[in-house]
C-alpha cells in the first residue's frame, strides 16, 4: 500500500533559520502530493499541494518541489520565524479517485525558538 | 467561511461503553472523513463517505461504525470503547476528488 516517511522529530531551530523537513513516499501510482501544518489546539490546514511532478507547491514562505524520480517532496523555508512552530504533514493523495483519501506521515514537530 | 464542527471536543468514556463522535459541515461538500492521530503514528483514515447514505472503510475500520444520515452530518461510533481507542479524532470534508480535505478542530476522547 502508499506510505509517507518523514523527518522524525522534534526539530529545533532558531529564528531567520533555515528549515527543511524530508518526505519521501511510495506508491504505484502517480498522487498528488500534499504539505499540511498544525498548530496546538487546531486540526491540520493545508499549506499547499502539488499534482504534477516537477512543478513547486508554495506558500507562507514555505516550498516543496515534486520530485517523481526521487519520489520526494521535501518542505523548505528559508528563514523561520516563532510562530512557524507547529507539526507539519507530508501526505499523498492518489489521482483521480473516488474520495480523495491521503496517506500521512508521522508528523514532524518544528520549534523554534526566538 | 467553511468550516467543519465537531463535538464533543472532550469526552471521557468507560471500557465497553459506547461512544459517539459527532462532525457538522455547512459547506456542502459531498466527501467527508474521519481520521485518528497518534504519536508515531500520524493520522490514519478510519471510514470516509461520498454523500448520504453512503460510508467505506478507510484504513483501520476495526471496532468502529460511521453513519451518514444527511450532506451535513458524519458521525463515527465505538459501540463497545476500548482504552486502545484513546485517541484525537478528526474529521473532514472536501467538496469533490480535488479538493484537499478541510478539517475539524478534533475530539479528545479518552477511555477509561
Known amino acids: 500500500g502508499d506510505s509517507v516517511t518523514q523527518t522524525e522529530g522534534p526539530v529545533t531551530l532558531s529564528e531567520g533559520t533555515s528549515l527543511t523537513v524530508n518526505c519521501s513516499y511510495e506508491?504505484?501510482?502517480?498522487?498528488?502530493l500534499f504539505w499540511y501544518v498544525q498548530y496546538p489546539g487546531e486540526g491540520p490546514q493545508l499549506l499547499f499541494k502539488?499534482?504534477?511532478?516537477?512543478e513547486k507547491g508554495s506558500n507562507r514562505g514555505f516550498e516543496a518541489t515534486y520530485n517523481k524520480e526521487a519520489t520526494s517532496f521535501h518542505l523548505q523555508k528559508a528563514s523561520v520565524q516563532e510562530s512557524d512552530s507547529a507539526v507539519y504533514y507530508c501526505a499523498l493523495g492518489p489521482p483521480n479517485s473516488a474520495g480523495n483519501k491521503l496517506t500521512f506521515g508521522i508528523g514532524t514537530r518544528v520549534l523554534v525558538r526566538p | 467561511e467553511a468550516a467543519v464542527t465537531q463535538s464533543p471536543r472532550n469526552k471521557v468514556a468507560v471500557t465497553g461503553g459506547k461512544v459517539t463522535l459527532s462532525c457538522n459541515q455547512t459547506n456542502n461538500h459531498n466527501n467527508m472523513y474521519w481520521y485518528r492521530q497518534d504519536t508515531g503514528h500520524g493520522l490514519r483514515l478510519i471510514h470516509y463517505s461520498y454523500g448520504a447514505g453512503s460510508t467505506e472503510k478507510g484504513d483501520i475500520p476495526d471496532g468502529y461504525k460511521a453513519s451518514r444520515p444527511s450532506q451535513e452530518n458524519f458521525s463515527l461510533i465505538l459501540e463497545l470503547a476500548t482504552p486502545s481507542q484513546t485517541s484525537v479524532y478528526f474529521c473532514a470534508s472536501g467538496r469533490d476528488n480535488n479538493q484537499a480535505p478541510l478539517f475539524g478542530e478534533g475530539t479528545r476522547l479518552s477511555v477509561l
Open positions: 506508491t504505484k501510482q502517480y498522487p498528488t
Open positions: 502539488v499534482p504534477k511532478a516537477n
